[in-house]
């Protein structure tokens, strides 16, 4: 789990990323980056019912963006709030194929 410092929370702040945040796609994740130069980086992640009907569902993919994102963290070099959006083919992805995408994702954005 990712520490609250280094959480994207409010619907203000998902609405200001969405709304002026460069937009970074792979096959089964969308990654919406606002880069900011004051404040820790920042992360949100939305699984909507989509992806699927089951909240169990939805809550696994959460766990499993939220460590991949955890282990890239310590690489990151500046602030940003991010939106990491799962699309619905993000079901039947393994942990190992989700934490690829995030970190090339994060490349695309230069992120890391």
């Known amino acids: 789990m990712l520490s609250k410092t280094n959480r994207l929370r409010g619907k203000k702040d998902f609405e200001e990323v969405f ?16 880069k900011n130069s004051s404040g820790p980086v920042r992360f949100g992640f ?32 500046t602030g940003a709030d991010v939106a990491v959006i799962a699309l619905p083919s993000a079901e039947k992805k393994g942990f190992s194929e989700i934490n690829e995408a995030v970190e ?6 230069r992120l890391i």
Do not use: H, P
């Open 19 to 34: 709304k002026t945040g460069d937009t970074y796609r792979s096959a089964f994740l969308t990654l919406r980056v606002l």
């Open 46 to 77: 939305v699984v909507s019912t989509k992806v699927s009907k089951s909240a169990v569902v939805r809550n696994k993919i959460k766990r499993r963006l939220s460590e991949s994102v955890r282990s890239l963290l310590l690489k990151k070099k």
């Open 104 to 109: 090339s994702l994060f490349k695309k954005a």
